[in-house]
Each structure stands twice: as structure tokens, then as C-alpha cells.
């Protein structure tokens, strides 16, 4: 029974041992030499001038669930498409029904005004 587990002890061992190999001819390559340039902040151009504990405007989250959403959409669009032939009428109203909701959803992320920026 426990022959059954080797290829996945070796897996395991293999990949912690090529892990290790990395970050060390990493550290080895590229010494670490942190200066002012750096360290900078490099995300937006300049440094922070409020508190990191500001809440986050409503907005911002809603533009993620709705970016969220409609990523879902395509990810079950691939697979409802090579097996409409197979599922039929059935398939074809539930994924209307699918998509009606989603765009009720979208529609009303657009009258709360979550789409319109400032």
C-alpha cells in the first residue's frame, strides 16, 4: 500500500529540493543590495500622503464583484458551447437564464452609479 505513495514522496522531495536549489543560486547571482531607489515606491509614482487604514471607497468593490462576474461568464461559456449540441433546449434556457441574471445584476451596478468615476 505505501508503494502506492512513492511517486508522490518523490514528487514532493524533488520539488522542495529544486526549490531550495533556486533560491539559493538565486541569493547567489543576485546578492541583496537594498538602497533609497529600491525601496521607493513603485506602484503609483509617489508616497503615501493619508493613512493606510482609510476605508476604501464602495465603489472600487463593486467594479471587482462585477469584473468577477463576468470572468465567470466566460469560464462557463467554453464548456456550454461544445456540449450544446449534447444538453439541447435545455441547455440553451438555463444559460439564458444565466445570463438574464447577470444582466439584471449588471444593470442595476450601473443605476446604483458604481460604474461612473469622479
Known amino acids: 500500500m505505501l508503494q ?3 511517486p508522490v514522496l518523490i514528487f ?3 520539488g522542495l529540493g529544486l526549490g531550495v536549489a533556486l533560491l539559493g543560486v538565486g541569493s547567489i547571482v543576485s546578492p541583496h543590495r ?7 515606491p513603485y ?3 509617489f508616497g503615501e500622503f493619508e493613512s493606510a487604514r482609510i476605508p476604501f471607497d464602495v465603489r472600487f468593490y463593486l467594479v471587482a464583484i462585477l469584473f468577477i462576474i463576468f470572468d465567470l461568464e466566460t ?3 467554453f464548456p456550454w458551447a461544445l456540449a450544446l449540441t ?3 433546449w435545455f441547455g440553451l434556457l438555463a444559460m439564458g437564464l444565466f445570463l438574464g441574471l447577470l444582466v439584471i ?3 442595476f451596478e450601473w443605476k446604483k452609479g458604481a460604474l461612473e468615476w469622479e
Open 43 to 45: 506602484e503609483c509614482g
Open 34 to 40: 537594498p538602497d533609497k531607489q529600491k525601496n521607493s
Open 75 to 77: 469560464a462557463f461559456f
Open 86 to 88: 449534447e444538453i439541447g
Open 12 to 14: 514532493i522531495i524533488v
Open 4 to 6: 502506492e505513495y512513492l
Open 105 to 107: 445584476g449588471f444593470i
